[in-house]
């Protein structure tokens, strides 16, 4: 599904993300790395193989739209170090060709310098690069003069079926000014996102993206 943003075109991809055609950048939000590795010291039984697929689907980007840039929209990584900390290491060494930088957010407490010696760029609150701001919390009022990309959100829309089934799917809102992604990472929630004046809301499945209304 590909969106016209101020003169740029943004494809909205079913693996929740967006990738920005001129720029060759991949927009990422909410990983949240290593929250199935906490879960599982806990006690809660959440398969490894979870964990997998988020570096499945980061790699299947990678390839399929030959990014030269990705930009972490925040809550790359969960909580406090585990060992799948050391797995994104390795996976970035691999991709070491791609630059890389993070817009921290609340779930990021890592130390920045960790940040750092994995090759990515910090920028702590906002990153800005033309009419575009990038940043982690979506913004009350946001600059008309601007377009932003946010996450921290997790938005879902829910859907209805025959026989009063509903289904809550990860969506990309998009108002006048600013867009919220869906979160990248899985067993991450959500919250329910409404229609609204001006609003446009696209909900993806695992293969596809569809415009609600």
């Known amino acids: ?32 790395l290593g929250k199935i590795t906490h879960f599982r010291k806990e006690g809660i039984a959440v398969p490894t193989i979870a964990a997998d697929n988020n570096f499945e689907r980061l790699n299947h980007l990678v390839q399929n739209t030959g990014a030269s ?38 779930h990021d407490i890592l130390p920045v310098s960790m940040f750092l010696e994995a090759d990515l760029r910090v920028f702590i609150n906002d990153f800005e690069e033309e009419n575009f701001v990038f940043t982690h919390h979506p913004k009350v009022e946001p600059d008309p003069e601007k377009f932003v990309f946010a996450g921290h959100v997790h938005p879902v829309f829910t859907t209805y079926g025959k026989g009063r089934q509903s289904f809550r799917l990860p ?40 415009r609600v209304g």
């Open 1 to 32: 599904m590909q969106i016209e943003i101020r003169g740029n075109h943004f494809i909205l991809l079913s693996q929740r993300a967006i990738f920005w055609e001129e720029t060759q950048t991949l927009l990422i939000g909410d990983l949240h």
């Open 69 to 106: 840039r990705i930009i972490f929209l925040g809550d790359l990584f969960h909580s406090d170090y585990n060992s799948e900390w050391d797995t994104f290491v390795t996976w970035r060494n691999k991709h070491h060709y791609i630059d890389m930088l993070i817009v921290m957010g609340n």
């Open 171 to 210: 969506c990309f809102v998009v108002d006048p000014n600013q867009a919220i992604l869906p979160s990248f990472g899985v067993f991450t929630g959500g919250f329910q996102m409404d229609l609204a004046d001006r609003r446009n809301i696209f909900i993806t499945t695992e293969t596809k993206v569809f």
